[in-house]
C-alpha cells in the first residue's frame, strides 16, 4: 500500500528576511566587516565619479570666470575704470552664465548709474529705448539673440562715444559702432595639435581610471565572496540541521542572497556618502569651499550615487551566488557530524 | 552469530502486546525497511564500500539502538533509514515508500514530517529562542505562526521546559537543550525519531533523563526511536540492538542477550 508522500512548500519570502535578518544582527560583528568591504569599494568608486564632476564643474566655472575678466580688461582698456561711470545694459534673448556674471561684475565695480533695458535687476534702473543711451560711457549688449531686434543706433542714441560691450560674437546690427569692445575669437581656444594632445591625455587618464575602479570592484566581489563562503563554512551544522527540518535547497539559497543584498545595500550607501563627502571636501582645501559646494551638479552627483548604490548591490549579489549555491547544495547529514 | 535474523518470536510477540492500540495497524507494522542496502563513496580512483548489502526491518513504535565502531558504516546506514541519503543499490522504504524515487521537495517533505532528528550536538538554532526553535519545523511545514507558537509550548510542556521557552539556547545546561531538541524533533508529530549520540555530550545523570523522556515518548506517542550509540543505558532500554560491522548487519539481539558484549562496549 503506497502511503501519500507531498511535496514540501516554499516558505514565504517574508520569513526567509526575518532570518536572514537575524542572522546579520547575531553576528554583526562579522557582517560590519563584510560591509566595510562592500563600503571601500563603493567609496573608491564615488569618490572617482565624484571627483570628475567636480573637475568637470570648476573647469567651467573657470573658464567662464576668464573669459568675463577678459572683457573686463577690454573695458577698463577703452573707458578705464567702470566706477563713477554710467553704464547702458540692453538685453536681446536669454543671459548666459557668462552674461550674468559679466552683469554682476560692472555692477559691483560701482559705476554712477546703470540703465537697463528688457530685463530687470536690482541696481539697475529700467529706462525706455530713448534714455537708454544718455550720457553713457559703455554699452552692454548681451543675451544669446545673434540678430538684435533694435538698431545699435537707437539703443546708444545720446551716448558721446560709442563703446559697445557685445556678448555675442559678429552679432548683426543694422549700423556699425564707433568703438566695440568684441571677444576675441581666438581667446581660450588651443590649437588643433593642443587639443589633440589633450584629448589623448584625456582618454588615457580615463582608461587608467575604469582600470583602476575596475579592480577595486572586483576585489570587493572577491571579498565579499569570501566573508560569505567563511560564513557557509562556519554555519555548516546550521545548514545542515535546517535541511533536515524540511528546508529547502531553494531556501537555503535565498538566505544567503538576501544576506549579501543587505550588506551590498548597506555599505553601497555609506560607500556613495563617504565616496562623495572625501572629494568634495579635497577640493574644499585645494580651491575655495563655495567654488566647490556651489559650482556641484548635484543632479548628475544624484544621478551618479544612484548608480553606485546599485552596483554595489547587485556585486554583492553577484559574490553571494557561488556561496548560495554551495550552501544549498549542502547534503543535511553533515549535520549529524559533531565535530565541525 | 553471523549475519541473520535472530528476531525471536517471543519478542515479537511481546513488542506487539506492548504496543497495541497506540499503533494503526492500517499502516503496516514496519515503519522502516531497508532491503540489501549498499553504499559506495567514490574518491577519485577509488571506492570505499561503506555498506555492502544490509536489510533490516524496523517495527513501528520501536526503540532501537545502532551499534558498530566508528568506520563501520554505522553512520552511513543511519543516514540512509533516516532519508538523509540515497543508497548505491538496494532499496530504503520509509512508511512504504521507497525514498530512492522522491524528487527534492518530498525528500524534504518527508524530512519534515515523517523524521524528527536529534543530534549529538543538540544542533538547535542558537540566533532563534527554544520556542522559535521548536516552531521552525511547523513553519517549514506552512503551520501559521499562531498555531505553530501554541503546538510548540504544548511541546515543550511534554518536556517540562515550558517555562524556559523564550530562553536563547546559550542560556540553558546540556540536558535542557537537548529536551528542546528533541521537542523540536516531535515539532511536526513525526513517526520516527532518529538520534545520534543523544546523550554523547551529557552526562550520566541527564543522560538517563532523556532516556526516561525517550521512553516516555515511545509509549504514550507509539513513535519509533531510533538511535546511534555507545551509551550503555541508551543499549539496556532499548528493544533491539543493531550490529553493524565491516559494512555488513552483523547481528540483531535484544539488550539481554548481548550482555556479555555491553560489558566489552563499555
Known sequence: MEQKIGKQIKLPFRRAMQISLRGIRIRFGRSLVTVSGVVLGIAFLMSNLTGQLIKQAIAKERAQRDTVNMMLALVRAEIGSVSGKKIAVAVCGALSDVDRLLLDQVVAAGPESVRGLGFEMKGVTSVPVES?????????????????ELKLSALSAGMRQRVVLDSVEDRVYA????????RDPFFGKESDEQIQKAQQQARAERFRTIWIVGISLLVTVLGVANALLMSVTERFREIGTMKCLGALSAFIRTLFLIESSLIGLAGSLVGVVVGALLPMIAYSFAFRFGLVFGSMPYGPLFIAAAGAVVVGTLLAVL??????????????ASALRSTV | MSNGDNQTTGLSTRLDEMLAGARDSAKGSYVIRAVGVKKVYKMGDSETHALRGVTLDVRRGEYMSIMGPSGSGKSTFFNMIGGLDKPTAGKVYIDQV?????DPYELAWLRCRKVGYIFQMFNLIQVMSCLENVMLPMSFAGKDSEEAREKALEILGLVGLAERALHKPAEMSGGQQQRVAIARALANTPDILLADEPTGNLDLKTGEEIIELFKHLR???????????????????????????DGNLARVSTPEESGIHLEEVH
Open chain 2, 219 to 245: 509509549d504514550t506517542l507509539g513513535v519509533t526511536i531510533i538511535t546511534a550509540t555507545h551509551d550503555l543505558k541508551m543499549l539496556k532500554a532499548s528493544d533491539r540492538i543493531v550490529w553493524i560491522e
Open chain 1, 319 to 332: 559574490a553571494a551566488i557561488y556561496p548560495a549555491r554551495f550552501a544549498s547544495r549542502m547534503v543535511p
Open chain 2, 98 to 102: 521507497d525514498i530512492a524515487q522522491l
Open chain 1, 132 to 148: 537708454l543711451g544718455q550720457e553713457a560711457a559703455l554699452l552692454l549688449v548681451l543675451g544669446n539673440a545673434t540678430r538684435s
Open chain 1, 175 to 182: 549700423g556699425p559702432a564707433d568703438s566695440s569692445v568684441r
